[in-house]
């Protein structure tokens, strides 16, 4: 069975520091990838989205970056957090060639002072 | 700007009972509609789906409603559990592949035994 597994947690970051928040998915092959951001009283805005190795569409202009070295692997960055920056980000996979059921990882709460 | 929008943050019902969610989209080119339903400290899952060609999909305890004139649709949960309470995202798509699905801000549900 497939299983998506997001880390860390939770992080507390100092504005100005850099970020990582990684994301993997086990049991499939060639997944759409996405990183999703929900900020207080929003609703889920779609972020990055991968639908191969290399390959990233950016919805919404801001100050994070994504990446996919490997095809089950999804990394979001950032080089300077800002305080706008915090929330709970969510990695998803749905199958590859369209499909618009998304599979979540349990989040992460980032919370950037 | 808010294209799926979920005017309820919360709703309070008695275990047996009808909880009913809402959920108000404005984009016409809409064509698919889902419900999340996520607990604390986790990501969210699916629960269930419709096609803008039906307007009822049902699933056990679960039935979605659909209702294009309107651009609205609900989820009705009948009896409402104690396991039910969570909070629930509407999320609606225009084509197939899930890169522009988007979501509401999300209802609390909170069944009371």
């Known amino acids: 069975s497939q299983t998506i597994h997001q880390w860390p947690a939770t992080l507390v970051q100092p504005v100005g520091s850099p970020l990582s928040l990684e994301c993997t998915v086990e049991?499939?092959?060639?997944?759409?990838l996405y990183w999703y951001r929900q900020a207080a009283g929003r609703g889920l805005q779609l972020l990055f989205y991968s639908v191969g190795i290399g390959q990233i569409s950016s919805e919404v202009p801001q100050n994070l970056s994504a990446s996919r070295p490997q095809d089950r692997q999804f990394i979001l960055s950032s080089k300077k957090l800002l305080l706008s920056d915090s929330g709970f980000y969510l990695c998803a996979w749905s199958v590859g060639g369209g499909a618009n059921v998304l599979t979540f990882g349990a989040g992460s709460r980032l919370t950037v002072l | 700007d808010q294209q799926v929008k979920q005017n309820s943050p919360s709703l309070s019902v008695q275990e047996g009972r009808i909880s009913i969610l809402n959920c108000d989209y404005t984009?016409?080119?809409?064509?698919?509609f889902l419900w999340y339903k996520k607990y604390p400290a986790e990501g969210p899952t699916f629960l269930i789906s419709?096609?803008?060609?039906?307007d009822k999909n049902e699933d056990g305890r679960f039935t979605v409603f659909l209702n294009k004139s309107a651009k609205h649709l609900s989820l009705h949960i009948v009896p409402s559990q104690p396991g039910d309470s969570a909070v629930y995202f509407c999320?609606?798509?225009?084509?197939?592949?899930?890169?522009?699905?988007?979501f509401g801000t999300g209802t609390r549900l909170t069944v009371i035994p």
């Open positions: 999320a609606a798509s225009g084509r197939v592949g899930a890169n522009n699905l988007f």
């Open positions: 419709i096609s803008s060609i039906k």
């Open positions: 984009n016409s080119m809409f064509d698919y």
């Open positions: 049991g499939t092959s060639n997944p759409n």
